[in-house]
Nanobody, 114 residues
């Protein structure tokens, strides 16, 4: 079965950095498009970044130039490097893959203090 396990969240001051990791299993990782979403209280879940099996990347406008998504197919892991963090980046971050349906990790909390 598909499993996605995130780690790396935490509390950081504005301007700081964090790196999130997501270890995947249960599907062919190397050819799968992997996504990072986030959700803040009272807001809808939003797509932050995506990376295809060919490592093509896309980003939400709000994080362009600050966040970098990458993958290591030898470790079945996708990363989200977050730099120049802002208080508005505070959210639960979720790893995602879409197969016959969406699969989600358990989420990892990122809190950015001002």
């Amino acid at each position: 079965q598909v499993q996605l396990v995130e780690s790396g969240g935490g509390l950081v001051q504005a301007g700081g950095s964090l790196r999130l990791s997501c270890v995947a299993s249960g599907f062919i990782f190397s050819i799968s498009t992997m996504n990072w979403y986030r959700q803040s209280p009272g807001k809808e879940r939003e797509l932050v970044a995506s990376i295809t099996g060919a490592s093509d990347t896309t980003y939400a406008d709000s994080v362009k130039g600050r966040f970098t998504i990458s993958r290591d197919n030898t470790k079945n892991t996708v990363y989200l490097q977050m730099n120049s963090l802002k208080p508005e980046d505070t959210a639960v971050y979720y790893c995602n893959v879409r197969k016959t349906r969406h699969y989600w990790g358990q989420g990892t909390q990122v809190t950015v203090s001002s």
